[in-house]
């Protein structure tokens, strides 16, 4: 089939890669000239593994142009634009753009599938604005993985009002043979903000279950996630505690819903809560530094790794930098080093041996696989492992620290 993809950040760029790889012909609309220049010149602007050698492979069934022109032939087009939460809202601004600028181009019967991550309501405003049959097909990839969760998804949700356009679109994704979910338009929206508060309600749970731990001694986080892992109707995943959730979507998507809800009357409490309990990660690693060397004005704390997870260069609303941030306002000198990830917020150094060499404090705060196996290199310095990857009985009792680790063992 043609296939359009507007927005090229890693949703598009996946989503493109990945259909062009099953044999579409596909072509990705971006606003962005420098981007799409990059990727005409085979660059792609992001780190995503295996993404590099999908566009290389498909360069001939994946174009990239800044003209919405080029959607006149398309069958299917996937608005995968940014929503970014503005003052705590949804904004959508940059879907209904895209809507009203593919409008004049598209065919009688094309199908408009919005991917990007809206508000319930959102979908069938584009369906308004293009006259066209539009599925609300919300995207469930994590970065890192961004590829193999695209061609092997947990599930495919499909919101549709016409059967014959969700069909379409069901049979296009067919070949993830995964369990696939037809919904109303607004179902699916809202399952895509219901999975994510979830899983970041998961992650504070289990972070507060750690401050605890902290202070009862002779415990550890990592047991009673394990242990209440193995229920299953736990299930084991996503109680890793540490410096809180980070990215381009938990923060922005948990505070999107929970106003979205205070607009129509209802308040998602536990929602609020996961937030709040985030939102207080960055001090408490601060605090726990401090408790550790004393006051950190004119000390030089190192922070390994920056990016908000591993395998990614993605520092959106990196917990990292937070930290860094925070550390900054209150003078310490704060250097920093990561494999992938880049800023100018802190002075960035080209080894986590310089990194640590030249700290008086360390954390860990990304858990890249290259911090494992380190302790050695800790030796004499103040650690905090924010990501626990140390073994801490490898580690001095005195100096060294570990979200969910009690302080007395
Ligand atoms: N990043 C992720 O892991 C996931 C993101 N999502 C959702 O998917 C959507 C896209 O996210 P990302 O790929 O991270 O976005 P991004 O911010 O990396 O990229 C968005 C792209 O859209 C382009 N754009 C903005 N307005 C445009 C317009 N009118 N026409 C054409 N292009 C335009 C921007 O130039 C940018 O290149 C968001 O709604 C996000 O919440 C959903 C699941 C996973
Ligand atoms: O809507 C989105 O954009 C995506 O958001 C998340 O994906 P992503 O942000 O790429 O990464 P995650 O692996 O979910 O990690 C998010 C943050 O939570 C933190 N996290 C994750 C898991 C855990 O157990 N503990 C924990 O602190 C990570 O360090 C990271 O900062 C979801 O996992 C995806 O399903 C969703 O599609």
């Given at each position: 089939m043609r296939i359009g993809v507007v927005g090229l950040g890693v949703v598009g760029l996946v989503t493109g890669a990945v259909l062009a790889d099953q044999g579409h012909e596909v072509v990705g609309v971006d606003i962005d000239q420098n981007k799409v220049k990059g990727l005409q010149c085979n660059r792609s602007p992001i780190y995503e593994p295996g993404l590099d050698e999908l566009l290389l492979k498909n360069k001939n069934r994946f174009l990239f142009t800044?003209?919405?022109?080029?959607?006149?032939?398309?069958d299917i087009v996937f608005i995968t634009v940014a929503t970014p939460t503005v003052e705590g809202k949804n904004y959508i601004g940059y879907v209904l753009d895209a809507a009203k600028t593919m409008k004049p181009y598209l065919k009688r019967d094309a199908i408009v599938v919005v991917k990007?991550?809206?508000?319930?309501g959102t979908s069938r405003k584009v369906k308004q604005i293009v006259e066209r049959e539009v599925v609300a097909n919300p995207e469930f990839l994590k970065e890192g993985s961004a590829v193999i969760d695209t061609i092997k998804p947990d599930r495919i949700v499909i919101g549709s009002d016409s059967k014959a356009a969700g069909d379409v679109i069901e049979n296009l994704w067919s070949f993830t043979k995964t369990v696939v979910l037809r919904t109303s338009i607004e179902e699916a929206e809202m399952i895509k903000y219901a999975a994510n508060s979830f899983l970041a309600t998961k992650i504070s749970f289990i972070n507060e279950i750690a401050n605890l731990c902290e202070v009862i001694?002779?415990?550890?986080v990592n047991t009673i996630a394990k242990a209440i892992g193995l229920d299953k109707r736990i299930a084991p995943y996503f109680l890793n505690a540490g410096l809180g959730y980070g990215g381009s979507c938990f923060p922005k998507d948990t505070l999107a819903f929970a106003s979205f809800a205070r607009e129509l009357g209802e308040e998602l409490k536990i929602v609020e809560a996961a937030i709040k309990v985030n939102e207080e990660r960055p001090r408490r690693a601060v605090k726990i530094m401090e408790e550790l060397l004393g006051e950190l004005k004119g000390k030089t704390i190192c922070i390994l790794?920056?990016?908000?997870?591993?395998?990614?260069?993605d520092t959106r609303e990196s917990v990292a930098l937070k930290i860094a941030k925070l550390l900054v306002d209150i003078g310490a000198n704060v250097i920093a080093y990561d494999p992938k990830a880049k800023t100018s917020l802190v002075e960035m150094v080209s080894s986590k041996e310089e990194c640590v060499k030249r700290s008086d404090g360390v954390i860990i705060a990304t858990e890249w696989?290259?911090?494992?196996?380190?302790e050695h290199m800790l030796k004499d310095k103040a650690v905090l492992d924010g990501r626990r990857v140390l073994d801490p009985n490898k580690m001095s009792r005195s100096k060294y620290r570990a979200i969910g680790l009690s302080k007395v063992r």
């Open positions: 800044t003209d919405y022109s080029a959607l006149k032939d398309v990007s991550t809206v508000v319930p001694p002779n415990c550890d790794g920056i990016a908000f997870k591993p395998n990614t260069d696989d290259e911090f494992r196996g380190i």
